[in-house]
């Protein structure tokens, strides 16, 4: 609802300040990572990944045309190298101390491959 109205109020012509553009370009991404293909359902592990990714700011420094790319490759590269976090998310059905430092140390270095790739 927020990004909603900062959307709004930036429609007017009005200039924004550093914060409420930094808060419209995340709730941009945010809306994208929210999009989920026909008869595609994505498992429920994979979306609060992604969603804790969005709201972190893990994605804030990419591009938002590539924000389904950094989707994709994100969920590969967890099935492949952190299938241990995505089952601790499927199972506790919760984010404790202990599995959000993990989770931030993989995306972090995730983040790090992504850039790499994009240059």
């Known amino acids: 609802a927020q990004y909603r109205e ?7 012509g009005t200039e924004l300040d550093k914060t409420s553009q930094a808060q419209l370009d995340r709730g941009v991404r945010l809306t994208e990572i929210l999009k989920q293909g026909q008869y595609a359902p994505i498992p429920v592990e994979k979306q609060v990944l992604i969603i804790y990714a969005g709201n972190r700011g893990y994605l804030d420094e990419f591009p ?3 924000i389904r790319s950094y989707e994709k490759k994100l969920y590969d590269h967890f099935e492949r190298n952190h299938a241990g976090i995505l089952a601790k998310l499927r199972e506790k059905k919760h984010i404790d101390t202990a599995l959000d430092a993990e989770i931030g140390a993989a995306l972090k270095a995730f983040g790090g491959a992504f850039r790499e790739g994009l240059k």
């Open 6 to 12: 900062l959307v709004t109020f930036a429609q007017f």
């Open 64 to 66: 938002v045309a590539e």
